[in-house]
C-alpha cells in the first residue's frame, strides 16, 4: 500500500513538473530573443528643421564724413549711445591761415584778370573808332573807280592823253588794295581782341570754380567746427581719434538708424530647403520676431543665410536662435530614420513577418532593399522598395540581423493575435 501511495506521489509531481514545462516553455524559448519595436510606413511631409544662431546689425547706417581736412577736438559721445539727430558727436580744429591765403590768392588774379579784360574792353572800342578811318578810304577807292571809268570815256574822245587814262587807273587801283588791306587789317585786330576777350573771360570763370571749395571750406569754419548727428540713433563706432589730424572725406563715425535690422546666420552646406524670401523665427530672452530671408551666400565651410526684420527695443550686438523650417510641398512615403540601413549592398530596411513555430505564431524578420530619397531630422523618403502594410524594425534590446526570430514588443499594433 505504502508503494502503491509513494508511485501515485511521483506520477502527480511528474504531471506537475509537465505542466510547468508546457506553461513556462514559451518564456524559456522567447528569453534570448531581441525584443523589438515595430513601426508601419506612413504618408507624410517631410519637416526640415535647423537652428542657427547670429548676431543683429543695423539695416540702415548713416555714415558721416569729414568735411575738411582739420585735427579732431573734442568727443562729446561714446560708442553705443544713443544719440538724436543734430546732437554734437564731435568738434574739429581748422587751419584757417592756409584757406585764407588761398582766398585772397584768388582774389588778386581775379582783379588782375579784371583789370586785363577792361584794358581789351578799352581797345576794342578804339578798334571800331577806326572804321571811320576805314569808311574813308572806301569813299575815296569808289571815287577812284568811278573817275577811271569816266577817264576811259574822255580819252575815247580825246579829252585826255594816255598817260593820264594810265594814272587814273593806277590811283583807282592802288586805292582798291589800300582798302582791301585796310579792311583785313581792321578784321584780324577785331577777332584778336575777341579771342583775347573770351581768355580772360573763361579764366575768371576758372577762378569762381577753383575759389568754391574755400569759400564752402570758410563756411566750415564760420559756422563752427561740429559735427552733428543726421538722425535719431545710435553711434556705433569712432573711426578717428581726438587731437588726430584727418584728411578730408575721411570716414568718421558710424549711426545705426530705424527700426530695421539685419542678422547673418550660418547654416550647414548641406541645408538644401532654405531659399530667399522664406520667414523664420528669431528670438532671445527679450524678443521674438519674425524676418524675411534676403539671400543665402555659399562658403567654404557653411552657407552665411541674410536675415531682414524690424523690432522696436532691439539693439545692435544682440544675438537671437533662429528656427528655420519648412514643409515639403509633396508627400512621400515615410519611415523614422532608425529604422534606415546600410550595408555595401545600399540600404534596407528589416521587414517583420509572421509565420508558425514551434510554439505557436512567431515574428522574424527579412531584408527589404529600397531607395531614399530626401529626410529631415525625424524621417526618410523612401522611394521603392516597400509598402504601408508590412512593418518594419524600429529598435531593438540588442542586436537582431536578418533572419532572426525575435519578440515584437507592439505585435498588437500590426496583427490580430
Given at each position: 500500500?505504502?508503494?502503491?501511495?509513494?508511485k501515485?506521489?511521483?506520477?502527480?509531481?511528474?504531471l506537475?513538473?509537465?505542466?510547468l514545462?508546457?506553461?513556462f516553455?514559451?518564456?524559456?524559448?522567447t528569453y534570448?530573443?531581441?525584443?523589438?519595436?515595430a513601426?508601419k510606413?506612413f504618408?507624410?511631409?517631410l519637416s526640415?528643421?535647423e537652428v542657427g544662431?547670429?548676431?543683429?546689425?543695423?539695416?540702415?547706417?548713416?555714415?558721416i564724413?569729414?568735411?575738411?581736412?582739420?585735427?579732431v577736438?573734442?568727443?562729446?559721445?561714446?560708442?553705443?549711445?544713443?544719440?538724436?539727430?543734430?546732437?554734437?558727436l564731435?568738434?574739429?580744429?581748422?587751419?584757417?591761415?592756409?584757406n585764407?591765403r588761398?582766398l585772397?590768392?584768388?582774389?588778386?588774379n581775379?582783379?588782375?584778370l579784371?583789370?586785363?579784360?577792361?584794358d581789351?574792353?578799352?581797345?576794342?572800342?578804339?578798334?571800331?573808332?577806326?572804321?571811320?578811318?576805314?569808311?574813308?578810304a572806301?569813299?575815296?577807292?569808289?571815287?577812284?573807280a568811278k573817275?577811271?571809268e569816266a577817264?576811259d570815256?574822255?580819252?575815247?574822245?580825246?579829252?585826255?592823253?594816255?598817260?593820264e587814262?594810265?594814272?587814273?587807273?593806277?590811283q583807282?587801283?592802288?586805292?582798291?588794295?589800300?582798302l582791301?588791306?585796310?579792311t583785313?587789317?581792321a578784321?584780324?585786330?577785331?577777332?584778336f581782341?575777341?579771342?583775347?576777350?573770351?581768355?580772360?573771360k573763361?579764366?575768371?570763370?576758372d577762378?569762381?570754380?577753383?575759389?568754391?571749395?574755400?569759400?564752402?571750406?570758410?563756411?566750415i569754419?564760420?559756422?563752427?567746427a561740429?559735427m552733428?548727428?543726421k538722425?535719431?540713433?545710435?553711434l556705433?563706432?569712432?573711426?578717428?581719434e581726438k587731437?588726430k589730424?584727418?584728411?578730408?572725406?575721411?570716414?568718421a563715425?558710424e549711426?545705426?538708424?530705424g527700426s530695421?535690422?539685419?542678422?547673418?546666420?550660418?547654416v550647414?552646406l548641406?541645408?538644401?530647403?532654405?531659399?530667399s524670401g522664406?520667414?523664420?523665427?528669431?528670438?532671445?530672452?527679450?524678443?521674438?520676431?519674425?524676418?524675411?530671408?534676403?539671400?543665402v551666400?555659399?562658403?567654404?565651410q557653411?552657407?552665411v543665410?541674410?536675415?531682414?526684420?524690424?523690432?522696436?527695443?532691439?539693439?545692435a550686438?544682440?544675438?537671437f536662435?533662429?528656427l528655420?523650417?519648412?514643409k515639403?510641398?509633396?508627400?512621400?512615403?515615410?519611415?523614422?530614420?532608425a529604422?534606415?540601413n546600410?550595408?555595401?549592398?545600399?540600404y534596407y530596411?528589416?521587414?517583420?513577418?509572421?509565420?508558425?513555430g514551434?510554439m505557436g505564431?512567431?515574428?522574424?524578420?527579412?531584408r527589404?532593399d529600397?531607395?531614399i530619397?530626401?529626410?529631415?531630422?525625424?524621417?526618410?523618403?523612401v522611394?521603392?522598395?516597400v509598402?504601408f502594410?508590412?512593418p518594419?524594425?524600429?529598435?531593438?534590446d540588442k542586436?537582431?540581423?536578418?533572419g532572426?526570430?525575435?519578440l515584437?514588443?507592439?505585435?498588437?499594433?500590426?496583427?490580430?493575435?
Amino acid at each position: 500500500m505504502k508503494t502503491w501511495i509513494n508511485k501515485k506521489n511521483v506520477g502527480a509531481m511528474f504531471l506537475v513538473l509537465i505542466l510547468l514545462l508546457t506553461f513556462f516553455s514559451k518564456t524559456i524559448y522567447t528569453y534570448h530573443l531581441p525584443e523589438v519595436t515595430a513601426v508601419k510606413p506612413f504618408n507624410g511631409q517631410l519637416s526640415k528643421i535647423e537652428v542657427g544662431y547670429g548676431t543683429v546689425r543695423w539695416a540702415g547706417v548713416d555714415s558721416i564724413y569729414i568735411p575738411e581736412e582739420g585735427i579732431v577736438g573734442e568727443m562729446y559721445v561714446q560708442e553705443g549711445e544713443y544719440v538724436k539727430a543734430g546732437q554734437t558727436l564731435f568738434s574739429m580744429e581748422y587751419d584757417r591761415e592756409e584757406n585764407d591765403r588761398k582766398l585772397q590768392e584768388i582774389a588778386n588774379n581775379r582783379t588782375r584778370l579784371q583789370l586785363e579784360l577792361a584794358d581789351i574792353n578799352l581797345r576794342i572800342e578804339a578798334a571800331h573808332e577806326s572804321d571811320a578811318e576805314l569808311l574813308k578810304a572806301r569813299q575815296s577807292a569808289a571815287e577812284a573807280a568811278k573817275y577811271a571809268e569816266a577817264a576811259d570815256v574822255l580819252y575815247e574822245v580825246g579829252g585826255i592823253s594816255l598817260m593820264e587814262l594810265n594814272e587814273a587807273k593806277n590811283q583807282a587801283s592802288y586805292l582798291r588794295l589800300k582798302l582791301a588791306n585796310l579792311t583785313r587789317e581792321a578784321e584780324q585786330k577785331k577777332e584778336f581782341l575777341r579771342l583775347e576777350s573770351e581768355e580772360k573771360k573763361l579764366e575768371l570763370e576758372d577762378l569762381s570754380l577753383l575759389e568754391a571749395p574755400y569759400q564752402k571750406t570758410r563756411e566750415i569754419h564760420n559756422n563752427g567746427a561740429v559735427m552733428t548727428a543726421k538722425e535719431d540713433g545710435m553711434l556705433l563706432s569712432f573711426h578717428v581719434e581726438k587731437g588726430k589730424k584727418v584728411e578730408k572725406d575721411t570716414l568718421a563715425a558710424e549711426v545705426g538708424t530705424g527700426s530695421d535690422y539685419i542678422l547673418e546666420c550660418p547654416v550647414s552646406l548641406e541645408n538644401d530647403f532654405i531659399a530667399s524670401g522664406d520667414t523664420c523665427s528669431l528670438s532671445n530672452a527679450s524678443h521674438q520676431v519674425k524676418g524675411v530671408i534676403a539671400g543665402v551666400l555659399p562658403g567654404a565651410q557653411e552657407k552665411v543665410v541674410k536675415i531682414l526684420f524690424t523690432a522696436d527695443g532691439v539693439a545692435a550686438g544682440e544675438t537671437f536662435a533662429v528656427l528655420f523650417q519648412k514643409k515639403s510641398t509633396t508627400s512621400y512615403i515615410l519611415v523614422p530614420n532608425a529604422a534606415i540601413n546600410k550595408d555595401d549592398d545600399g540600404y534596407y530596411l528589416k521587414q517583420i513577418k509572421r509565420r508558425d513555430g514551434i510554439m505557436g505564431k512567431e515574428y522574424y524578420l527579412v531584408r527589404s532593399d529600397i531607395y531614399i530619397g530626401d529626410s529631415d531630422s525625424e524621417n526618410t523618403a523612401v522611394i521603392q522598395g516597400v509598402t504601408f502594410f508590412e512593418p518594419v524594425l524600429l529598435s531593438s534590446d540588442k542586436t537582431a540581423v536578418v533572419g532572426d526570430v525575435i519578440l515584437l514588443k507592439n505585435a498588437g499594433d500590426f496583427y490580430e493575435e
